[in-house]
């Protein structure tokens, strides 16, 4: 199922277009990448893979979102300088952490979910640093290395032992695209920050 995205700020001669920080760009990145993550998690379930929990379910969108991270970290060095970079990933990552927050504190009441949740990006993307990202495209060794954290998560029994296969060939080529487009289309325009 296609989802439509929405990755241009919009400009009309009712709206007067006005200049939008990393951070602005961050949230609709964010925005974006929790519904792609979203809709490929539900994906695996339609393909036949199973989810024994809500937990399981969370923890696969976890892993999208640590790679589409990784991809727009890879893509804006293209557009930003280190400065910029690092103002765009960290606004990227904390609105990640506010999309979580706020749906497992409807899933399972509230507490603290940020804290796990950012640690996890942290080592993930310690480790996706070593892996091949050349002329736009992660390579096979980021597609694989997220195929086998989300076989982690769902566990190799019968059903979910091919789910490696689906992610490399299908789900993460795809993710990537999606962030790729988005992050072109966000960052391509010079953007302004207050900070």
Do not use: C
Request: aromatic content about 10%; glycine content about 6%; hydrophobic content about 40%.
């Amino acid at each position: 199922m296609a989802i439509r995205i929405k990755d241009k700020w919009h400009q009309s001669r009712r709206n007067r277009p006005t200049s939008k920080s990393l951070r602005d760009s961050a949230g609709a990145l964010a925005f974006i990448g929790w519904r792609v993550a979203l809709d490929k998690a539900q994906n695996l379930n339609r393909e036949g893979f199973r989810y024994d929990s809500d937990i399981e379910r969370v923890g696969v969108i976890s892993e999208f979102v640590a790679f589409e991270i990784q991809v727009a970290d890879r893509l804006s060095y293209e557009f930003l300088d280190d400065d910029e970079r690092t103002l765009f990933i960290n606004a990227l990552g904390q609105r990640f952490a506010d999309h979580m927050q706020e749906n497992l504190s409807d899933l399972g009441g509230p507490r603290n979910y940020r804290d796990a949740f950012v640690a996890l990006l942290n080592e993930r993307l310690g480790d996706y640093a070593s892996l091949t990202f050349e002329d736009g495209e992660p390579g096979f060794d980021f597609l694989r290395y997220l195929g086998a954290k989300v076989l982690g998560v769902l566990g190799e029994d019968q059903t979910n032992r091919w789910v490696m296969d689906q992610i490399v060939t299908i789900d993460a080529p795809e993710l990537a695209e999606k962030i790729h487009k988005s992050v072109l289309n966000l960052l391509a325009a010079p953007a302004q920050d207050a900070d």
